[in-house]
């Protein structure tokens, strides 16, 4: 006979107990910092790589880069420098006048435009200088008032390209500075 069934018999109620449980191993986390690990990388790299991908409209052209010397070779350019003192004109660094004069003057105003106007017209007519092309090239402690003059008056001189200059060293003021004879 069995034991529940000598419990019954007995008129007792047989007492079910359950199973300790053994405790399980816990999970391992490396192989989820492992997976995780990789999913960032994957997610970086995708990202990185849409920063990337430009839609570039039709009609849009980004801006190109190259030395002043190149462009003066190349096109017809006419320089421009602007300093805080004065304002030499043309490859040759004819001196002009200064920047306030400049804005203050209408006279100067109107001979910078008949000089330009006849610069443009002689690069015009060469066919192996090509386009009229206007150099401004300023520091940046240079108001921005006398740069707009310049390129109201190159603009209005018949220069179809108007250039901005950047120089790499930065003592440019002092290394520009004319010398004394």
Known sequence: MRILEKASAGGKKARVTR????EEAGL?????LDILTIVLVFLIKNVSMDAQKLTVPDQMIFPTTM??????QNMGTTVIKVYPDRILVGVEN?????PQELLQDPQKRADLNDYLTRLSEVIEEDESKG???LL??????????YITAIVEIGT????KYVYFSTLLDSNW???EAPQQL
Not at 19 to 22: H, L, M, Q, V
Not at 28 to 32: A, F, K
Not at 67 to 72: G, N, P, R, V
């Open 156 to 159: 209005g001189s018949y220069y």
């Open 136 to 145: 401004v090239q300023a520091d940046e402690t240079i108001p921005a008032q």
């Open 131 to 133: 386009e009229a092309c």
């Open 173 to 175: 003021l002092v290394n």
């Open 94 to 98: 004819v001196y002009f006048g200064t």
């Open 19 to 22: 199973r300790i449980a053994e």
């Open 28 to 32: 391992s986390i490396t192989s989820l």
């Open 67 to 72: 030395t002043a010397e190149s462009l003066e």
